[in-house]
């Protein structure tokens, strides 16, 4: 069973920066199947990056995903006030796949 | 507009059942497989397990099969998740979302809103 581990823990910038958050697998992720969501205070998770880089509808520019193999990264350009939150990676390119990434909290420094 | 509306929050007591319950709307229901996912408090995500409405074909994660069960009813567009008899350790957000489905795994790209069950004697 793949392991996703997500560094930093807890990542804390300034409305503006940018963010830069990891996600490595425990093995290679075929085809780069590799999802991320936000999930901010009392509210379900919202997707917005699959196949490692495709954007899903509605997501902003600024957020981009980039990585294959076992490193996948997921970059959020000129942080706006609304992108504070937790951020979950997950694999669905080997089975099983039923786990998430611990998480990634992006807090305002 | 794809949407899931995820019944009520619910308070029980240890022993009891429960039945939740996610409706979907705005897409063809029967072909979206749709998963339900756990959310301890102040914890990581988890996948429970997910259904496919056209024909109920249900898969459990090994840690939750044999605790809950998965159900839907596409004529009403709806899935649930049971409990026949709760724990104080049930207690969580549930949240499900429709998925898309690979050949060895899936990603939700819509959620309900979540259902928080309480369960405490």
């Known amino acids: 069973e793949i392991v996703l581990t997500q560094s930093p823990g807890t990542l804390s910038l300034s409305p503006g920066e940018r963010a830069t958050l990891s996600c490595r697998a425990s093995?290679?992720?075929?085809?780069?199947?590799l999802a991320w969501y936000q999930q901010k205070p009392g509210q379900a998770p919202r997707l917005l990056i699959y196949?490692?880089?495709s954007r899903a509808t509605g997501i902003p520019d600024r957020f981009s995903g980039s990585g294959s193999g076992t490193d996948f990264t997921l970059t959020i350009n000129r942080l706006e006030p609304e992108d504070f939150a937790v951020y979950y990676c997950?694999?669905?390119?080997?089975?099983?796949?039923?786990?998430f990434g611990q998480g990634t909290k992006v807090e305002i420094k | 507009e794809v949407q899931l509306v995820q019944s009520g929050a619910e308070v029980k007591k240890p022993g009891e059942s429960l039945k939740i319950s996610c409706k979907g709307f705005?897409?063809?229901?029967?072909?979206?497989?749709i998963g339900w996912v756990r959310q301890m408090p102040g914890k990581n995500l988890e996948w429970m397990g997910l259904?496919?409405?056209?024909?109920?074909?249900?898969r459990y994660s090994p840690s939750f099969q044999g605790q809950v069960t998965i159900s839907a009813d596409k004529s009403i567009t709806t899935a649930y998740l049971q409990w026949s008899s709760l724990k104080a350790s049930d207690t969580a957000i549930y949240y499900c979302?429709?998925?898309?489905?690979?050949?060895?795994?899936?990603?939700?790209?819509?959620w309900g809103q979540g259902t928080q069950v309480t369960v405490s004697s």
């Open positions: 979302a429709r998925l898309l489905v690979y050949t060895n795994g899936w990603y939700g790209d819509y």
């Open positions: 705005g897409y063809n229901f029967p072909n979206y497989w």
């Open positions: 259904i496919y409405p056209g024909d109920s074909e249900t």
């Open positions: 093995q290679s992720v075929s085809s780069g199947y």
């Open positions: 196949g490692a880089s």
């Open positions: 997950q694999q669905y390119g080997n089975s099983p796949a039923w786990t």
